[in-house]
């Protein structure tokens, strides 16, 4: 037995990139949350959002990287991530003026904003493929490991070496800063309690005299930001493919109905739920059972519980599950 090495395996191949893809869902689930909360719909639309707002912090670093602009160790997308989320800003806020609102002045269902969004997303989808193109799009640049696996071995002198890339460490980091200034702007500030206490009864809070457009212009900003910090993160740690975060739709709705549409520690609690179940799941677990077990009992398969082509059929699984037994999740946020 090596227990060790079984635990630096599973550090590097199961823990490490599930917090990193725990905190990009995470930070994705947190918009669509907002939007529900707030605005009373599901936004199918988030996805393709996050794919807008990656576009042009992309379009942004290749700018950046032009003129000889760089962050040094850093990815130079860090530099260019105000411009995604201020042009995302805009666009978001034009759709809603020109689409969105219409729609709740007219009081129409939530079933029927959410078919809206389905437009809206199509819409996105299309823009981004037309601009930046198809192909898969490698944007980070900078130190691309923090510790490397050989470097790991020589410190340790274990035989299994943990590598950490610069931008998981980067994802965590950025997510905690974000999600500590949405709490502190959620309940220190003016603005932040008018939210929520639109979001907990819009009648009461129209009597109280708050301003029911400035609340969903400052929400939509805040998905914005969201969304695009999220996609560049997602980026940054795999590469750009417009397709892939209309895929992502998929996982970040179950982090949210999960945790508890409606709820932001929910949504938290959430993305690290599926993303630890996907990562946990796909992960080809021979390398960790051949150190924990006598060599009589090493396994000659892979040990998979499903291959990663599949990884989507888990967070649909967990939403299911959770629809069935509990359809307002782990944090009981509104019922779905």
């Avoid at 032009?66 to 260019?80: E, F, I, N």
């Avoid at 969004?117 to 823009?127: A, E, Q, R, W």
């Avoid at 924990?292 to 599950?321: N, R």
Wanted: glycine share 10%; proline share 3%.
């Amino acid at each position: 037995m090596d227990i060790l090495n079984a635990l630096v395996a599973f550090l590097n191949f199961v823990f490490v990139p599930g917090l990193a893809y725990g905190a990009q869902l995470a930070l994705g689930a947190l918009g669509v949350t907002l939007i529900y909360g707030i605005l009373r719909f599901s936004n199918f639309a988030h996805g393709d959002t996050m794919a807008f707002g990656t576009m042009v912090t992309i379009l942004g670093t290749w700018g950046l990287q032009a003129a000889g602009v760089t962050a040094g160790p850093l990815p130079t997308a860090l530099l260019a991530l105000p411009l995604g989320i201020a042009v995302t800003a805009a666009l978001v806020l034009a759709t809603d003026r020109a689409v969105y609102r219409f729609y709740r002045r007219q009081k129409a269902a939530p079933t029927i904003l959410v078919i809206v969004s389905l437009g809206v997303m199509f819409v996105m989808n299309g823009i981004v493929r037309f601009i930046i193109g198809v192909e898969e799009i490698g944007f980070a640049d900078g130190e691309r490991f923090l510790i490397t696996a050989g470097d790991f071995r020589k410190m340790t002198g274990l035989s299994e070496g943990l590598a950490i890339k610069t931008t998981q460490a980067i994802t965590v980091v950025t997510a905690l800063i974000v999600v500590a200034a949405l709490f502190w702007f959620l309940n220190r500030t003016r603005t932040g309690k008018s939210m929520r206490a639109f979001s907990d009864n819009e009648d009461l809070a129209l009597l109280s005299g708050i301003n029911p457009e400035r609340v969903v212009a400052v929400t939509w900003i805040l998905a914005a930001a969201l969304a695009t910090t999220a996609g560049v993160l997602y980026g940054l740690d795999k590469s750009f493919k417009a397709f892939t975060y209309f895929q992502l739709l998929l996982p970040i709705f179950a982090a949210a109905i999960v945790g508890g549409l409606g709820s932001p520690l929910g949504a938290i609690a959430g993305g690290f739920v599926i993303a630890f179940s996907e990562v946990t799941v796909t992960y080809a677990w021979k390398k960790v059972a051949t150190y924990l077990l006598p060599d009589a009992l090493a396994p000659d398969g892979l040990v998979q519980l499903m291959s990663t082509d599949y990884k989507f059929a888990v967070s649909f699984t967990i939403l299911i599950i959770v629809l069935l037994f509990m359809p307002t999740g782990l944090f009981k946020g509104k019922s779905v």
